[in-house]
């Protein structure tokens, strides 16, 4: 029932930004951490960013300084706001969370992803 569904991609010109959504539903509890990953062709998966329940970030060193994460509680959604991006930033940016529904039961969900391409 719960589901994870990303949009916000596209194409950008380097030095240009996009804002990412993941929208979670469905019978929630809470959501204890939420993170976004991204995955470039020919290379593997990377963690990118997450935000914890208590608000708490941490990013990869690429994306310090230009990428944020956050959140709507209300709206059960997370966003990550990316800035002055370059073409190394191209990929399909996948959410994930772990989450708590109503029935008490703790698993991890992913998205089905959203394509971000920086080219001039």
């Known amino acids: 029932q719960v589901q994870l569904v990303e949009s916000g991609g596209g194409l950008v010109q380097p030095g240009g930004s996009l804002r990412l959504s993941c929208a979670a539903s469905?019978?929630?509890?809470?959501?204890?951490?939420m993170g976004w990953h991204r995955q470039a062709p020919g290379k593997e998966r990377e963690l990118v960013a997450t935000?914890?329940?208590?608000?708490?970030?941490n990013y990869a060193e690429s994306v310090k300084g230009r990428f944020t994460i956050s959140r709507d509680n209300a709206k059960k959604t997370r966003y990550l706001q990316m800035n002055s991006l370059v073409p190394e930033d191209t990929a399909v940016y996948y959410c994930?969370?772990?989450?708590?529904?109503?029935?008490?039961?703790?698993?991890?969900?992913w998205g089905q992803g959203t394509q971000v391409t920086v080219a001039s």
């Open positions: 469905g019978s929630i509890l809470s959501i204890n951490v």
């Open positions: 935000i914890t329940s208590d608000g708490s970030t």
């Open positions: 994930n969370a772990v989450i708590v529904s109503s029935l008490g039961f703790v698993n991890n969900y």
